[in-house]
């Protein structure tokens, strides 16, 4: 009994010490910042695994909801009132889902919603800018089971399977009793894991062993055209790799006359990714600000230094550049004169967070709201172009806005000279 009441003793005194070690560091350091980010990472990950109650879900969402929404009016209601609506009627996860949509559709905000696991895990997949398995896409028909796309970069690709190839056996898997949907979540099941596939083409019986991994999504890609100018395609503003890709891509096309950036059909992506692209290009000036709950928090300028070589910039947009390919137009438009072609933009000035929650699902809720460096407002308007052509191609170019920006680089450069 002495031993472990001593040992209680050590192990109390000592955290005691602790606590009060950490009270006077906090107490006499209070211009240093504390990173919780570690800390909270672990958190999270619990909050992942933990397995609780459907109805404890609902609430959680509620406070997610009340704390972090943009719009501190709740769409001018009053969110108490969702607190104990449905108190006994939430039993398993599809009654929560329903309760959490219905709660959240009250906004009237379509980037706020629900993201039940396997759409949580999929959300997350995107923001990296991957994708996991072995890179097809099928369909069923009345011939089979067949390919409609190879992905780039998969094991498929390497593996020279073809669009239009008909699948007859995947292992030993009777797959004319699955459904689609099943047979896609087994052939991309399992980092690492190699399936043994036999596939007709034509009057040949191939077999082939794909692996299944992560498969990179190339964001971006560049020509340097004859006339030695610049065109950078960026097809969205996802994933880890896309500030470095998206810097060397500027240091490869330093030396050209004028760059043209396409931002067509972009989607957009990733806050920060926006940013740093746009700091890249910008020396000073304002890149964008940010409110919460109609309250300006902060505004992000632009570094000193620069990898891009002051010269014409062309900004190529339609009416589906949306959200990160927004603040990148808009911030390269006002600080370095960049002209915007093209259409109206989609108007999205808000910045979502993706929350995890329990039971491995998770939130999509709008925390803030971006002003662009003019102070231009773009929810209802988009950003209007300086000049205005629809992107529909005519019969004499296969991409007619392209042709118009190759056209107006010339005269800049011409009347430059």
């Given amino acids: 009994m002495d031993k472990n009441f001593k040992i209680k003793n050590i192990l109390f005194y000592t955290f005691s010490i602790l606590i009060v070690a950490i009270i006077i560091d906090i107490k006499f350091n209070p211009l240093e910042k504390i990173n919780y980010a570690p800390i909270n990472n672990v958190i999270d990950g619990i909050k992942q695994t933990q397995k609780i109650a459907p109805a404890r879900v609902y609430i959680h969402a509620w406070h ?60 997350k997949v995107m923001m990296d800018s991957k994708i996991t398995g072995v890179g097809l896409t099928l369909n069923k028909s009345a011939h089979g089971l067949i390919v409609n796309r190879v992905i780039k970069n998969s094991s498929a690709k390497q593996q020279n399977i073809m669009p239009g190839d008909c699948i007859i056996k995947i292992d030993n898997v009777n797959i004319n009793m699955m459904t689609l949907e099943q047979i896609q979540n087994y052939i991309n099941s399992g980092k690492d894991k190699v399936h043994k596939v036999e596939i007709k083409r034509g009057e040949l019986i191939l077999v082939k062993e794909l692996k299944s991994g992560d498969i990179p999504i190339d964001t971006m890609n560049y020509v340097i055209t004859k006339d030695n100018i610049g065109i950078i395609k960026l097809s969205t503003i996802m994933g880890e790799k896309a ?50 709950k109609g309250v300006p928090i902060f505004k992000i300028n632009a570094d000193k230094k620069s990898v891009f070589t002051p010269k014409p910039v062309i900004i190529l947009v339609n009416e589906k550049t949306a959200s990160a390919s927004e603040i990148l137009a808009g911030a390269l438009k006002s600080d370095i004169n960049a002209v915007v072609m093209g259409e109206n933009t989609y108007g999205k000035n808000t910045i979502q967070q993706v929350i995890p929650m329990s039971n491995k699902t998770g939130m999509i809720i709008t925390t803030e709201k971006y002003i662009l460096p003019n102070g231009e407002d773009i929810e209802k308007t988009g950003i209007i172009p300086d000049i205005t052509i629809n992107s529909v191609s005519d019969k004499k170019s296969k991409d007619k806005l392209l042709s118009e920006a190759v056209k107006l680089v010339n005269n800049i450069v011409k009347n430059e000279k």
């Fill in 243 to 292: 500030l470095i890709d998206f810097r060397n891509i500027l240091e490869k096309t330093n030396g050209t006359r004028a760059l043209i950036i396409d931002l067509r059909n972009n989607y957009g992506g990733i806050l920060a990714n926006a940013v740093q692209m746009a700091d890249m290009m910008i020396t000073d000036g304002l890149i964008l600000s940010i409110e919460k």
């Fill in 64 to 123: 997610i909801a009340r704390r972090e929404y943009a719009d501190k009016t709740m769409n001018n209601q009053d969110w108490r009132r969702w607190r104990n609506r449905y108190n006994n009627k939430i039993k398993t996860m599809d009654d929560c889902e329903v309760a959490i949509n219905t709660m959240l559709s009250s906004l009237n905000d379509p980037y706020t919603r629900f993201l039940k696991s396997n759409n949580y895990k999929r959300q």
